[in-house]
């Protein structure tokens, strides 16, 4: 987006938040993901594997809300929890960090004589916590 067109709907953001007095109503919410980011998601997610269906499951829950039904809040934890983690998991360079990661923690072991098998231990170790965002 150009800057002056994004300093536009910065500003046009900001006017309807200033309206609104910053009460922006859960209707919009809705809407917003249910018609835009959504479908962006399901489109990106849509590479072979139930990504996709992640994302259309937490679009149909934005439907549901915007047509007024209230889902309860287990509902949503359900829906967006396994839909948030393939976003991450699709957005993060796993093998890059990986990668890099465990070079660093090999150098450093090597540069500070602890030796291969520290450094390889060490290495493996550091890689497996930069790449895995459970631990």
Known sequence: M???AGTAHTS???HELA?????VPFRAVHDWHARTVVPILVEASA???EGAGLQEAVG???ARALAGE???AAVWTAALEP???EVYRRAYPYAEAHATASANAHAYAMANDYGA???HALAGARAFAAADPAA
């Open 12 to 14: 046009r953001i900001r």
């Open 70 to 72: 209230r889902i309860d």
């Open 47 to 49: 590479r072979g594997d």
């Open 2 to 4: 150009p800057t002056t």
């Open 83 to 85: 839909a948030l983690r």
């Open 60 to 62: 149909q829950l934005h």
């Open 117 to 119: 098998a520290v450094a």
């Open 19 to 23: 309206r609104l007095d910053g009460q």
